[in-house]
């Protein structure tokens, strides 16, 4: 099983437009309402691969009541912690002509010491059933600079395996308590490690130290460029799955996760996880919604002809 913890949970409202124009009125095209925040992606992509999820974190006012209760639709048991205030909303707007992707994110409800707490005793006990717990994204107002830290020491002393999707603070925090699997992406991995990944040597450099902070596994998502994974003792290169037209990139580096998570729970060795993990973003970003995927479309993504390569190793 996989317990997903999104510590800034929100409704993901996606918006198609024939043309965004700054001033202008716009009526959409099509619009779409799901409870969002990237660990919700992660939780709503592997429930669709066949994987029994639980997603916490925290939840507040009407919007938690929303995104509870659509996590519940979506076959995905609902866990969270009910805290003051209000849940985010986060748009995005998909404009047809150009292809540009605009978001605007809220900030979210500010967490007590005493909430943070009661995720605390909760995630511990939701560990115990979950083979894997993923924390992904950014910590509200209110949670420590080191929540991450202090939640995977707490995973991993309750037998779970923690994987770790986030960025700036959060990631050098969450990294010092050795998460199983990391998963930064290109800009990530710049700003934490201080120099441009503008080569396959810097990638292989970027991969080390990322190990060296603290990571067992690491997946350095590049976008258009594929992705890198590394045990430390071995390395590959997953060259993009490529698809006709992209309609939404949001989401995508979720279903990356959450495909590798449910290959693992499957029992797939890595190179097989992170393939899976592949089809599953190509398969979201030919859908409207951030974190949805047809399974039918990765079983078919699956079978193109996309070989990773294996890159020296150490």
């Given at each position: 099983?996989?317990?997903?913890v999104t510590l ?8 198609r437009?024939?043309?965004?124009s700054p001033g202008?009125?716009?009526?959409t095209?099509?619009?779409l ?8 992606n ?6 669709a ?10 939840v ?8 509870a209760?659509g996590?519940?639709?979506a076959?995905i048991?609902?866990?969270f ?14 404009d047809?002509?150009?292809g ?6 809220e900030?979210g409800?500010?967490?007590?010491d005493?909430a943070?707490a ?15 717990v993923s924390f992904s994204?950014?910590m509200?107002?209110?949670?420590p600079v ?5 939640l995977?020491?707490?995973v ?9 999707d986030a ?6 925090h969450?990294l010092?308590?050795?998460p199983?699997?990391v ?5 990530e991995a ?7 990944l503008n080569?396959?040597?810097?990638v292989?450099?970027?991969?080390h130290d ?6 067992k596994?690491v ?6 460029q594929?992705?890198?994974?590394s ?17 939404n990139?949001?989401?995508c580096?979720d ?11 499957k029992?797939?060795d890595?190179e ?8 599953s ?6 859908s409207?919604?951030?974190g949805m995927v047809d ?18 190793s150490?």
């Amino acid at each position: 099983m996989l317990a997903t913890v999104t510590l800034n949970a929100a409704i993901d409202k996606t918006y198609r437009l024939p043309r965004l124009s700054p001033g202008q009125l716009h009526r959409t095209k099509e619009h779409l309402s799901l409870p969002g925040g990237k660990g919700i992606n992660v939780a709503r992509v592997a429930r669709a691969l066949g994987t029994d999820v639980i997603a916490t974190g925290f939840v507040a006012g009407h919007n938690g009541r929303f995104i509870a209760e659509g996590c519940a639709k979506a076959g995905i048991a609902p866990a969270f912690v009910e805290t003051e205030g209000e849940s985010r909303c986060c748009l995005t707007f998909l404009d047809e002509e150009t292809g540009e992707v605009t978001e605007v994110l809220e900030q979210g409800p500010v967490i007590s010491d005493r909430a943070f707490a009661h995720l605390q005793g909760k995630l511990s006990h939701l560990a115990r059933q979950a083979t894997f717990v993923s924390f992904s994204g950014s910590m509200p107002a209110g949670v420590p600079v080191d929540g991450y830290h202090t939640l995977i020491d707490l995973v991993r002393q309750s037998g779970a395996l923690p994987v770790l999707d986030a960025s700036g603070t959060a990631l050098v925090h969450g990294l010092k308590a050795k998460p199983y699997l990391v998963k930064p992406n290109r800009d990530e991995a710049q700003v934490l490690l201080g120099y441009e990944l503008n080569c396959e040597g810097a990638v292989i450099q970027a991969l080390h130290d990322i190990h060296s902070l603290g990571a067992k596994s690491v997946l350095l998502s590049m976008g258009e460029q594929g992705a890198w994974f590394s045990t430390g003792d071995t390395r590959w290169h997953f060259p993009a799955v490529q698809v006709e037209k992209a309609v939404n990139p949001v989401g995508c580096g979720d279903a990356l996760l959450a495909g590798i998570i449910a290959g693992k729970l499957k029992g797939l060795d890595w190179e097989a996880a992170v393939q899976m993990g592949m089809a599953s973003a190509a398969a979201n970003v030919i859908s409207i919604g951030a974190g949805m995927v047809d399974p039918d479309v990765v079983e078919e993504l699956l079978r193109l002809p996309v070989q990773p390569k294996q890159i020296g190793s150490g």
